[in-house]
């Protein structure tokens, strides 16, 4: 069985920081970490391979070049190999776009199961596994927290969805996309000791798109249908005239008084 | 004449509803009409409000089958050429409108939470970064422009009673579904911090006691929720997360404990009424728009405030007697 998980490289939120003067997002000290649900993506098909070693595990990423190091750590983990999408042209991509993009590839290559995170931590549209779906004919389900069941023959699997409202219980044949949460809570291995310096190099493709073929207006900015128009940060909220009290007595008879006069005691 | 088609989701009818207020700021000076899309069932909530709902009847749909929803809704499309649609961001809809977008090959901007027209170009406003800063998205000018919104964010206000006419519809391009739903289990999820009216919120502060913070909701009779911060140390579930990541609630009464009140958290408060703020730093953003602010332990605070109300409680319960 061959199992393709999606990821995606985001900045690491604590550690990005916002230039208030110009209005832009200083980008170029961002760290680029494995977006948390996708974490968990590949951990539960490393997961799955480690009990059924036939299993072959495909990391695919857009991404630059400069993600290689990250993704080298990724394939010490024992997935099986990566393909890392990259060209100029794909910068500046929308959701819509990138998902063409991604597609083109998988329709290239084969698979049993495509696993995704739900949502990035960045752009937090979910967008793209929805539209990767709808591109490739195949059912997709969001916020999965547990998998139970990949049955070994390849045709259903398991699954439980958090809806926020109740947890769903689904049957879905294969192949099919899977988006995981990060609550699933799977956890990716450890890399080995003897690991830790290990020459993957030969398992990663880096495929631009003279190899993916994908027309040039459908990429990048030109491909895309939506365009950041400008950011900003959140308004300053009007302030209250407020009362402050200490937890003393006379504190709380404040607050008791209050609550009782706005009828909430 | 604008056609609008807004995407009934019967998980969340209340905020599928209110679309029409975005739908209203989409076109500032009238001229457009608003249908509704059901499937298999007419919702009784949306007649008045609506001046079409088109009714979806087809044994083959259910609502969890995003795929057949997919084909229904382009169809519908196909047939009264909307210019904008509207799909709330719920569980389902955050699945189904990237797909109708994709079909459809226009672009969706996601979770919105406002929206402005100007000079005839409308605007889009999202978070982003997980609420750090907010977007501005336009789409090229393609039809139907695409939406989803994120729920309790606008607040309708119904004018006067429309004379809505129902559409039956019934598609051609169902396929069998690849997907059954076999079990749904409404475990204590069942609760929503968005339906509460008084709302017992922790923040960092509190991590080392987030357990007491049932106590006093449960003295108040209201639910606990949580800052990014708790909820990221895995002291509580992202369900009950208050703020831009996590959800926008509007409680009459706010108690923030131990909540510095970032942006994001700020920004998922929407219309509380009364906020009580227990601080150690009395000059935290989220003291500054609160009506009262007790400067000191949110521990202490908790087990005193619990004591007086139950004291309160027995007094009252005395002079009944």
């Known amino acids: ?265 | 004449m604008k056609k609008s088609l807004v995407y009934l989701d019967k998980e969340d009818i209340k905020s599928s509803i209110e679309l029409l207020e975005a739908v209203n700021r989409i076109y500032p000076d009238g001229g457009y009409e608003t249908y509704a899309f059901c499937v298999n069932g007419l919702s009784d909530a949306a007649m008045g409000k609506f001046d079409y709902v088109i009714c979806v009847e087809h044994e083959g749909i259910r609502e969890h089958d995003v795929r057949n929803l997919t084909n229904c809704l382009e169809e519908a499309h196909r047939a009264y050429h909307f210019d904008s649609i509207l799909i709330p961001a719920t569980y389902r809809g955050r699945m189904l409108a990237p797909r109708v977008a994709m079909r459809l090959g226009v672009g969706l901007v996601a979770d919105v939470t406002d929206v402005s027209c100007k000079h005839g170009e409308v605007e889009l406003i999202r978070p982003a970064f997980s609420g750090k800063l907010f977007a501005a998205v336009v789409t090229n000018r393609k039809k139907p422009m695409m939406m989803s919104v994120r729920p309790n964010v606008f607040t309708y206000t119904p004018g006067a009673v429309k004379d809505t006419e129902i559409i039956s519809f019934r598609p051609d391009n169902v396929q069998p579904a690849r997907l059954r739903l076999t079990e749904r289990i409404e475990a204590e999820k069942a609760q929503d911090i968005r339906e509460s009216k008084i709302l017992i919120s922790g923040g960092g502060g509190t991590a080392a006691h987030f357990d007491m913070l049932y106590s006093l909701a449960e003295a108040l009779g209201g639910m606990v929720s949580a800052s990014r911060r708790i909820v990221d140390s895995g002291i509580a579930p992202r369900s009950i997360q208050v703020g831009l990541s996590g959800k926008t609630v509007s409680p009459k009464l706010y108690i923030a404990l131990g909540i510095y009140g970032s942006v994001q958290h700020m920004e998922g408060l929407k219309n509380v009424e009364s906020i009580i703020s227990v601080n150690t730093n009395r000059n935290a953003p989220i003291c500054s728009v609160s009506d009262i602010v007790v400067e000191g332990d949110s521990q202490e605070f908790i087990k005193k405030m619990v004591q007086k109300i139950n004291d309160e409680k027995i007094k009252h319960r005395g002079a009944e007697a």
């Open chain 1, 1 to 265: 069985m061959k199992i393709v998980c999606l990821i995606k490289f985001v900045p690491d939120l604590d550690n990005f920081t916002y230039d208030y003067e110009r209005n832009v997002l200083v980008r170029e000290n961002a760290k680029l970490v494995l977006n948390p649900d996708d974490a968990c993506a590949l951990a539960f098909a490393l997961d799955l391979k480690a009990k059924r070693p036939e299993t072959v595990v495909e990391i695919v990423a857009m991404a630059p070049g400069s993600v290689l190091p990250l993704v080298e750590d990724l394939l010490r983990r024992k997935a099986d190999r990566a393909t890392i999408i990259s060209d100029r042209l794909f910068a500046g991509s929308d959701t819509y776009a990138t998902s063409k993009i991604i597609a083109s590839y998988l329709k290239k290559t084969g698979y049993d199961l495509i696993l995704t995170g739900t949502r990035s931590v960045d752009g937090d549209t979910s967008h793209v596994p929805s539209q990767i779906a709808e591109l490739l004919d195949l059912e997709q389900l969001s916020h999965i927290v547990k998998i139970h069941e990949v049955s070994p023959d390849g045709d259903t699997a398991i699954v439980d969805a958090d809806t926020e409202r109740c947890l769903e219980r689904y049957e879905i044949e294969l192949p099919c996309i899977l988006s995981l949460s990060s609550e699933s809570k799977y956890k990716l291995p450890y890399v080995r000791y003897r690991d830790l310096k290990l020459d993957v190099r030969d398992r990663i493709t880096v495929l631009d798109n003279e190899a993916l073929g994908v027309p040039e207006s459908e990429t990048g900015l030109k491909g895309s249908m939506t365009r950041v128009k400008r950011t900003f940060t959140a308004a300053p909220v009007q302030e209250k005239k407020r009362i402050v009290v200490g937890t003393d007595e006379k504190g709380i008879e404040t607050v008791y008084q209050f609550l009782k006069y706005k009828g909430f005691v």
